[in-house]
């Protein structure tokens, strides 16, 4: 308050201690008082114009579907719920004209309470109707909260005051999928974590309390693998094992197309399928995956793209300096001693720089030209500029791309603009289909569920099994002022311990907690011989003892009050990822072997082979081996060009004061004059046919302002007249007339004779 060399020392600390002191003290008791508004406020505010858009735009999109009396098909449950709700259910059966006296729920465990809310009350009337209902669940497979499933549901089913009299369980105690190795592997991992997390999530003790499966293979067979990665370059530690625990089970005998890796996100795909590609030397083998076969993964696919953006922005360089890039990088430069490996879109600069790089018949002037064609008309014109045949493997890319062009140019306003748009909103992310499984196959766990693999590799177990900072909470809040609003998006970091989201925060800690034990367990109990897990974490920095920064007292009371989990018990669990997860739950009869600094393995078993299947004859030829048949792409310059009728030609290029255009004009006149003759004389057996036949063609309205009907007869009867003269048996009824005949001629002899 004064510094120690004050000569007022004396005078102002009186003053301070009477005035000041008291007022910072009773700032501290408010602080306290309000320290539970202030960060509850802080978290609200965090997301609350965010809030107000998306309440406008539901308003909106609600507007705009009763006025063209239009319903969303996601709000069917909620139409369903409000029909269902406080009504005779005999009374819906009677307005649906249906009745249901059994029913079966199969995957229960992914129900959402909204969805319950429905089924209830049809259960509780066929039960009390003398009716059954099967629901087939298990909560271990709870994986899909993100869709809104709830799997306290069905683990809490059994305590249902209005169910629980009528509810009889059968639990699936035998594995029929797995060898005995795995089953007894998963028993004795998922038992210890639950002992461990039990003080944390009383829930699992009901939810794993048959984790326990009996193999029914009786054989002692299977193989386990954990591999344990420390180390600061873990990523490309990581990419170098997977490809090593592929080679090793290759070498042992199990074939590549037996094998899945199963991933947490679709985003690790694309690099597993690079490192692969790029380290040929160290195992030889393809990958089938949906997610890593998207267009915009092709070449050829990412030329036609970046030379639509440049035909759609000829007023910019950037799309054209882009296109540049790619070719150069793709077709030009791949032979060219690995060239391509240093080139960058820096190199690329004015257009005139960028014109001898791309093939003359994509120049400027030729641009204008391509632009003036149809959608797909420019697609074919620029796979042959870039001549994009030469590109291997590309075939299947190009099938697919153009069946989704077509789709696009059928139901949209076929323009580049459009398309360009829709590429980037979705088009980009479609998939080629591909059935082939002579691979390693790669999909997300989530995908795999009710699946089975003969061996599973299950990289990159890495992550916080703790909700993480940045992900948002629908919170209900329940205390006032903040109850007015019904629902509000609160960060995980800003439901802190003394604002009113704490137990919010508690339960998404919880959930989330389950959700990666269940998605650990199914992705597991894939495996039916052979499991390969691969985790790690990276080690500490240099300095360990270095910190962030922290700029005040308060932001650090956030930050350790983020990062904490919330118990309402003061409970807490040294398992917070994967890594401990699993390292704290290993069974003990796994050997632990280190394998260089920074990787240990623990193993068990030995490795399945893949068993050779008999060839079955059958004598039904749908069941007749099939082999696949390679289809090339091939693409064939269009020949087709407009021709204007002559009729129109005649009607732009008359009444002009140009020379040119007037010669153009009478030959075009003359020319269709010739057609109506002949036309008329094609149908002309006898003089005695004229009158018929210019009346019919009249009928048909095929004379214009050329010439009318009766200068039409006039003509023609005047030149026939003037033949018969000389030739009067052309047009004697004596003879058989065969008009627009094919003439048959054989070479080197001349017409065929009759």
């Known amino acids: 308050w004064a510094k120690k060399s004050s000569k007022k020392k004396a005078a102002i600390l009186p003053t301070i201690e009477e005035k000041l002191m008291p007022m910072l003290q009773q700032l501290f008791y408010l602080h306290d008082d309000y320290a539970s508004h202030l960060h509850t406020v802080q978290a609200i505010c965090k997301h609350i114009y965010t809030l107000m858009l998306l309440n406008k735009i539901s308003e909106t999109v609600k507007q705009q579907n009763n006025d063209a009396n239009r319903f969303l098909l996601a709000e069917t449950a909620n139409f369903l719920n409000a029909v269902i709700n406080d009504q005779d259910i005999p009374f819906i059966y009677e307005k649906t004209g249906t009745t249901i006296k059994h029913i079966m729920i199969d995957e229960f465990q992914d129900t959402s309470t909204l969805q319950w809310q429905n089924f209830r009350p049809l259960i509780m009337n066929s039960l009390a109707a003398g009716g059954s209902c099967l629901i087939v669940g298990d909560v271990k497979q709870s994986i899909y909260r993100f869709r809104n499933s709830d799997w306290r549901i069905l683990n809490n089913i059994e305590h249902d005051p209005e169910l629980q009299d009528n509810i009889s369980n059968i639990p699936a105690k035998y594995n029929y999928r797995s060898s005995r190795n795995i089953v007894e592997f998963n028993n004795a991992l998922f038992e210890n974590a639950v002992r461990e997390l039990t003080s944390v999530c009383p829930d699992l003790i009901t939810a794993y309390g048959d984790v326990a499966q009996?193999?029914?293979?009786?054989?002692?067979?299977?193989?386990?693998?954990?591999?344990?990665?420390?180390?600061?370059?873990?990523?490309?530690?990581?990419?170098?094992?997977?490809?090593?625990?592929?080679?090793?089970?290759?070498?042992?005998?199990?074939?590549?197309?037996?094998?899945?890796?199963?991933?947490?996100?679709?985003?690790?795909?694309?690099?597993?399928?690079?490192?692969?590609?790029?380290?040929?030397?160290?195992?030889?083998?393809?990958?089938?995956s949906d997610e890593a076969f998207q267009l915009d993964a092709s070449p050829t696919v990412t030329i036609i793209i970046s030379a639509l953006r440049a035909l759609a922005t000829l007023a910019t360089n950037i799309h054209l300096a882009t296109l540049a890039y790619n070719y150069r990088k793709y077709i030009i430069m791949p032979q060219q001693d690995g060239l391509c490996q240093t080139l960058t879109l820096k190199d690329f600069g004015t257009e005139e720089e960028l014109e001898p790089i791309l093939p003359p018949a994509f120049s400027k002037q030729e641009r204008l030209k391509l632009k003036q064609k149809n959608l797909q008309e420019q697609v074919e014109e620029i796979y042959n500029i870039f001549n994009l045949s030469k590109l291997q493997g590309q075939d299947a890319y190009m099938f697919c791309f153009h069946d989704m062009l077509q789709n696009f140019c059928n139901d949209q306003l076929a323009t580049i603009d459009n398309f360009l748009e829709q590429w980037d909103d979705n088009l980009h992310e479609v998939t080629i289909p591909n059935a082939s499984s002579d691979g390693i196959r790669i999909m997300t766990m989530h995908k795999?569920?009710?699946?089975?693999?003969?061996?599973?590799?299950?990289?990159?177990?890495?992550?916080?099994?703790?909700?993480?900072?940045?992900?948002?909470?629908?919170?209900?809040?329940?205390?006032?002022?903040?109850?007015?609003?019904?629902?509000?998006?609160?960060?995980?970091?800003?439901?802190?311990?003394?604002?009113?989201?704490?137990?919010?925060?508690?339960?998404?800690?919880?959930?989330?907690?389950?959700?990666?034990?269940?998605?650990?367990?199914?992705?597991?109990?894939?495996?039916?011989?052979?499991?390969?897990?691969?985790?790690?974490?990276?080690?500490?920095?240099?300095?360990?003892?270095?910190?962030?920064?922290?700029?005040?007292?308060?932001?650090?009371?956030?930050?350790?009050?983020?990062?904490?989990?919330?118990?309402?018990?003061?409970?807490?669990?040294?398992?917070?990822?994967?890594?401990?997860?699993?390292?704290?739950?290993?069974?003990?009869?796994?050997?632990?072997?280190?394998?260089?600094?920074?990787?240990?393995?623990?193993?068990?078993?030995?490795?399945?082979?893949?068993?050779?299947?008999?060839?079955?004859?059958?004598?039904?030829?749908?069941?007749?081996?099939?082999?696949?048949?390679?289809?090339?792409?091939?693409?064939?310059?269009?020949?087709?060009?407009?021709?204007?009728?002559?009729?129109s030609d005649l009607f732009i290029t008359s009444g002009s004061d140009d020379d040119t255009l007037k010669q153009h004009s009478e030959k075009i006149r003359l020319i269709s004059l010739g057609n109506l003759y002949h036309a008329i004389f094609q149908q002309i057996h006898t003089i005695e046919d004229i009158p018929h036949v210019i009346s019919l063609m009249e009928s048909r309205g095929c004379f214009s302002s050329l010439i009318d009907a009766q200068q039409a007869q006039e003509h023609v009867t005047s030149l026939i007249s003037r033949v018969s003269t000389t030739h009067p048996e052309w047009f004697s009824p004596d003879w058989t007339v065969l008009n627009e005949r094919a003439i048959l001629y054989r070479p080197h002899i001349g017409p065929a004779a009759e």
């Not at 240099?542 to 308060?554: F, G, H, L």
């Not at 704290?584 to 193993?603: C, F, G």
């Not at 069941?623 to 009729?647: G, K, L, M, N």
Request: glycine share 2%.
């Open 448 to 647: 795999s569920k009710g699946l089975e693999f003969h061996t599973v590799i299950i990289p990159s177990c890495l992550w916080s099994i703790r909700p993480k900072n940045t992900e948002i909470m629908w919170c209900v809040p329940n205390s006032a002022p903040y109850n007015d609003m019904p629902l509000l998006p609160i960060n995980v970091s800003g439901a802190t311990p003394d604002s009113i989201f704490a137990e919010d925060r508690r339960i998404e800690e919880l959930k989330t907690l389950v959700d990666n034990i269940n998605l650990l367990y199914v992705a597991f109990t894939r495996a039916k011989h052979n499991l390969v897990i691969l985790t790690g974490n990276k080690e500490a920095p240099d300095n360990p003892d270095a910190e962030a920064p922290i700029t005040s007292e308060s932001e650090a009371t956030n930050t350790a009050e983020s990062e904490a989990p919330i118990n309402s018990k003061s409970e807490t669990s040294t398992i917070d990822s994967v890594q401990s997860f699993l390292l704290h739950s290993m069974p003990p009869y796994m050997v632990e072997n280190p394998l260089d600094d920074s990787t240990t393995l623990w193993d068990f078993g030995t490795i399945v082979p893949t068993s050779a299947k008999p060839i079955e004859s059958s004598a039904n030829i749908m069941d007749a081996p099939h082999h696949p048949c390679t289809v090339r792409f091939v693409s064939h310059p269009s020949i087709a060009e407009f021709r204007q009728s002559y009729e």
């Open 214 to 288: 009996i193999a029914k293979k009786e054989e002692h067979t299977g193989f386990i693998r954990v591999e344990n990665i420390t180390s600061p370059d873990i990523d490309n530690i990581m990419m170098e094992r997977i490809q090593h625990s592929v080679r090793n089970l290759v070498d042992a005998g199990v074939q590549p197309g037996d094998i899945t890796i199963l991933v947490r996100n679709n985003k690790e795909i694309p690099a597993i399928c690079d490192y692969f590609n790029e380290h040929k030397d160290i195992v030889d083998t393809k990958v089938v």
